[in-house]
Every structure is written in C-alpha cells, then in structure tokens.
C-alpha cells in the first residue's frame, strides 16, 4: 500500500497572485534592488554589512526597495 503525497500548495501560494509574484522578483533580484545596496565591481553589497533575506526583518537598516522597483 503506496502512501500518497499531498497535492496542496504550499501556504504562501493562497494569496493575491499580483502580491505573490511581486515577492518571488524581489526575492530573485535579492540586494540589486535595495536602496541600501553599494556596488562594487558589479555585485550590489549591502552597506550595513546584513544578508538577504534575514535583513528583511530589520526595519530599521533592513531591506529597503529603491523607487525604481517600486519602494
């Protein structure tokens, strides 16, 4: 007897799609799209020295999107 797995989504796909797919970009383009981000040589680094995604947690020197992607 085959034990089936489930076929729900995950918990984060029942919401607004448009709120949905917004995260994943934001997600995808990590540190590129944050104010906060210093470029250098190409690769965006963050200045208050803070890794993606747990710098999203801190409101205060976290993630914070430029204007350009919708900050």
């Not at 250098?40 to 020295?49: A, R, V, Y």
């Amino acid at each position: 007897m085959a034990r089936q797995s489930s076929q729900a989504l995950p918990g984060y796909a029942y919401g607004d799609p448009a709120r949905i797919v917004e995260a994943q970009e934001i997600r995808a383009k990590g540190c590129s799209v944050c104010a906060r981000a210093v470029f250098i040589l190409g690769l965006p680094m963050c200045s208050n020295n803070l890794k993606f995604p747990a710098c999203r947690q801190d409101r205060k020197n976290g993630h914070k999107l430029t204007p350009e992607a919708g900050g």
